[in-house]
């Protein structure tokens, strides 16, 4: 499951659906509006196999790296973060749930920054070619 949370602009999430990229949002789909931050981790794990896309750079922590979820920290501009959903879902490194859980990424429009369980190091990858 992608989920987006409060922070993800309004305007992005109807190109998500038109690119047909399934999501829930935190305070509408899932949990109440206002969720403090100390909350979603906890609700991640309830989750569990989720996507979490936020904007918020609190949530780029190797600590936070586990099993049961993804989190996708969109360091991009406002305007530009449906298509860097759309982006990660689809790169390689990412593009399956497998590859995805256990990593806590910086996405940017440069490279993805991550770091993943069990590995050493912030690792990188850069954006293959359309």
Not at 36 to 44: F, Q, R
Not at 82 to 111: E, I
Request: charged content about 25%; glycine content about 6%.
């Amino acid at each position: 499951m992608n989920l987006l949370d409060e922070n993800f602009p309004e305007d992005q999430a109807p190109l998500l659906r038109s690119w047909g990229i399934a999501y829930r949002r935190i305070g509408v789909h899932v949990a109440r509006s206002g969720v403090k931050d100390d909350n979603v981790i906890p609700l991640l794990h309830r989750l569990r196999q989720v996507t979490l896309f936020t904007q918020d750079r609190g949530f780029f922590q190797r600590a936070l790296c586990h099993p049961a979820y993804c989190i996708a920290w969109l360091d991009v501009r406002t305007d530009d973060t449906a298509q860097y959903v759309r982006r990660f879902l689809a790169h390689p490194r990412f593009g399956t749930k497998a590859l995805c859980l256990g990593v806590v990424a910086r996405v940017h429009h440069d490279a993805v920054h991550f770091w993943q369980r069990r590995c050493q190091g912030l690792q990188r990858v850069a954006w293959v070619s359309r």
